[in-house]
């Protein structure tokens, strides 16, 4: 008899296992012992990754008239970085174990009188401040005058390119400037997959907004958009949560906050930071530039600094997120009684690397497998696409593990009278229809 399958959350390691076996996330130079905090994306990946910066792209620009795109460079002045407070309070505090060598994270460790790597007792250095900025220089001098960062964040490119964006773009608070690009954090202790990376990306969106009493309004409107973003891509809304920072928790002159936090498989995670942060940004930059980088509101004939709300995601935590919560176990008795098993991962169609995968049912008959490659061919002009042939199971098994939401079977029947069998990844279920029909059929499906 057949019953309703029972399905099981995927533990990090076999994710990150399955990562690498079907060209998700590889090590960072792999061949040479790999790099701590570096992650490379492969095939799979990096068509995922794209999607779910495409995916922010769309709701926080494309579908707004009052946001604008831009891309600073990633090095910048080295005065952008002492003017926002990296230079001075950018740390964390940290310890070394005078035997292993090795360094935590104070607010990491349990028990400060233990090594938690070798064991070792009272070995660990008194803790002192590491800044986490990477440094690198800038022209053929590796002198102190040559010295800067990769950035931290993007968000300071926009704060000094303020008055340049309002001004070319002809925009006036209330308007957003979103930028995606990758940032920098020599972290001391990377780890928790590509969690706490080295090397990542942002999307961040800086809204400036007028002093007019309407700015809380403004700073949950982004928290509800941001809220319905996650729950349209599909993350579970128990393993969600936005958590509101209390007065002490927050920075002395942000007026409001919200953490973005998943559940991951060891424990809450953030995922993205929503903060109130006042007219703080400008005022730093104005007070060390000595530039006006205020709004001149032409109506009023007044100058005056904008408030500012951020919305900051991380694109690499974002696409974990999705990869471990699409991620189930999933076993079922089939009619004939037999106990089955697969790792299927439901991510979001329009997050899927490949939307339909076309099959050939026999690689050995040139007629099967030109006519799948044709359907595959017609196909790719609307959706993403893969052709593959070979045993049944194993495509089918494959397409689950990649996310793949539909696969089309092209066997003797699609000669004979031009049907083709379509599954659906999540509830199994096959049928077939004319392969005439296919295109219309899958984009309404998949939501296009
Ligand atoms: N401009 C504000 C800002 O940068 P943040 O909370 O420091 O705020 C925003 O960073 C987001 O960037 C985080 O919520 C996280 O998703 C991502 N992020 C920060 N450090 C990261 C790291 N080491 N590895 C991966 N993502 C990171």
New binding site residues.
Partial sequence: METAPSTQRVGMDEISALAKRRGFIFQSSEIYGGLG?FWDYGPLGAVLKRNVKDAWWRDTVELRDDVVAFDSSIVMHPSVWKASGHVDAFHDVMVDCKVCKHRFRLDHLKDRSQCPDCGSKDSLTPPRNFNLMMRTSVGPMEDTSAAAYLR????QGIFVNFKNIYQTARKRPPFGVAQIGK?F?N?IT?GNF?????E?E?A?LEYFVPDDGNDMEAFRQWVDRRKAWYAHYGVDSERLRFYELTESERPHYAKAGV??EYLFPWGWG????I?HRGTYDLDAHMNLSGKDLRFFDEASKRHYTPLLI?S???????VLTFLVDACERERSVDPNGKETERIVLRLHPLLAPVQAAVFSLARNKPELVERARGIESALRRSLRTQYDEGNIGQLYRRQDEIGTPFCVTVDYEALADGTVTVRERDSMRQERLGADGLTRYLEEKLER
Avoid: K, N
């Fill in positions: 905090g931290p964040e993007t968000a940032s954090r972290e990377p590509t969690y706490r990376s080295r990542f942002q961040e953490d973005v953030e995922l993205e930071s903060a951020e900051s995601a991380g694109i690499d935590r974002t």
